[in-house]
């Protein structure tokens, strides 16, 4: 592929709008497929040729004004792609598009009733005496959950294996499920009913449900 052909800067600019759109749908596919680490290396790569084809079309604009050729369709496709680098700032970053789909996912597969049902039985749960002595809060790692009835009566509940949480602890009356791998992220429920907001003093995105729901992912 020459500089020299017209429809390079045309195809460039292409690339860098499916480049950031892909990057969108693989973030929120992200977070709602509950997966640990799927499509973050997509990000990484996009990214990187994102960067790519921006430096393409400025190499690609010297050569044009080196031989006084094709200048003006070359600066409008550097333009173009100079544009969707500003607008990224404008829409959700990576994050945010990762919370948004596990919220999405949560609230339209078990829906928010669902939610409160699993936070009130886990409640009544009893506390695991390995764990009473160290910790003020009830605290249920995934291999305690599966000698529950939790997992047969909700579909999230299931083997870390298989997707499901790490662990779920209930403290001063809100049930929070956390997800492990890179992101982590989870949910917090809180159980009666009131408004809840996240701990203050950590750095995280969050995506609320409702007053007495919301979900949060690391940075």
Not at 83 to 93: G, N, S, T, V
Request: glycine share 8%; aromatic share 12%.
């Amino acid at each position: 592929m020459s500089f020299g052909n017209k429809q390079v800067p045309f195809i460039l600019a292409i690339l860098a709008l499916a480049c950031d759109v892909l990057r969108c749908v693989a973030n929120y596919l992200l977070g709602y497929s509950w997966a640990d680490s799927a499509f973050i290396l997509a990000d990484l790569i996009l990214r990187v040729l994102g960067a790519l084809i921006l430096l393409a079309l400025a190499i690609a604009l010297v050569i044009s004004l080196f031989k006084r050729q094709r200048v003006r369709l070359v600066t409008a496709a550097l333009v173009f792609v100079l544009a969707l680098k500003c607008f990224e700032y404008i829409l959700p970053d990576s994050k945010c598009l990762i919370i948004y789909g596990a919220r999405n996912r949560a609230v339209g597969e078990y829906g928010l009733d669902s939610l409160r049902r699993f936070a009130r039985d886990f409640d009544r749960l009893p506390d695991l005496e390995r764990y009473s002595f160290a910790l003020p809060d009830k605290d249920y790692g995934i291999e305690d959950l599966q000698n529950t009835s939790l997992p047969g009566t909700y579909s999230f509940v299931k083997s870390r294996k298989s997707g499901g949480p790490r662990f779920v602890s209930d403290s001063h009356g809100i049930v929070t499920v956390q997800f492990g791998g890179e992101p982590r992220w989870g949910f917090s429920i809180s159980l009666n009913g009131r408004r809840i907001d996240p701990p203050r003093g950590y750095d995280f995105v969050q995506a609320r449900a409702s007053d007495d729901i919301y979900f949060e992912l690391d940075r």
